[in-house]
């Protein structure tokens, strides 16, 4: 017969980060008290960080249909294409000031199309050109 594991020999699942964020979008919820920027919205800046740059991956990895995440986001006044253009417009802000990559692989890197769609996105986000930026 078999002795049982201790429960602290198992790993716990917070130690993986989204099952955590997850965890603490939930209590959030619950508890009623806003925190600024809304669980949802920092859990799909997450993803979208995590390379996860459209709305499919983003709901398959938070566990919901894009529909459902849609009409999230739309609570919180934000739509998915803004929360999504807005985090990479961060993400390359910071590329650019504290690396020394060509723009051309910035965008790469953010999955646009080409060098012109980041660079309009980029300058309607911050209102700088990404020359600009790194200046």
Same mark, same amino acid.
């Given at each position: 017969?078999? $002795?049982?594991?201790?429960?602290?020999?198992?790993?716990?699942?917070?130690?993986?980060?989204?099952?955590?964020?997850?965890?603490?979008?939930?209590?959030?919820? $619950?508890?009623?008290?806003?925190?600024?920027?809304?669980? &949802?919205?920092?859990?799909?800046?997450?993803?979208?960080?995590?390379?996860?740059?459209?709305?499919?991956?983003?709901?398959?990895?938070?566990?919901?249909?894009?529909?459902?995440?849609?009409?999230?986001?739309?609570?919180?006044?934000?739509?998915?294409?803004?929360? &999504?253009?807005?985090?990479?417009?961060?993400?390359?802000?910071?590329?650019?000031?504290?690396?020394?990559?060509?723009? $051309?692989?910035?965008?790469?890197?953010?999955?646009?199309?080409?060098?012109?769609?980041?660079?309009?996105?980029?300058?309607?986000?911050?209102?700088?050109?990404?020359?600009?930026?790194?200046?």
């Amino acid at each position: 017969m078999s $002795s049982p594991k201790p429960i602290l020999s198992r790993p716990s699942l917070l130690y993986e980060p989204l099952v955590y964020e997850q965890l603490r979008f939930i209590a959030d919820l $619950s508890s009623g008290e806003p925190t600024g920027t809304s669980p &949802l919205r920092q859990l799909v800046e997450q993803a979208i960080c995590a390379g996860d740059h459209t709305i499919e991956r983003v709901a398959a990895t938070l566990q919901v249909t894009p529909r459902t995440l849609q009409r999230r986001l739309q609570k919180d006044g934000v739509t998915f294409r803004t929360v &999504l253009n807005g985090t990479r417009a961060r993400l390359a802000e910071e590329l650019l000031i504290e690396t020394t990559l060509p723009v $051309s692989e910035i965008a790469e890197r953010l999955q646009y199309s080409d060098d012109k769609a980041f660079r309009k996105v980029f300058k309607t986000m911050t209102g700088k050109t990404p020359t600009e930026t790194r200046a």
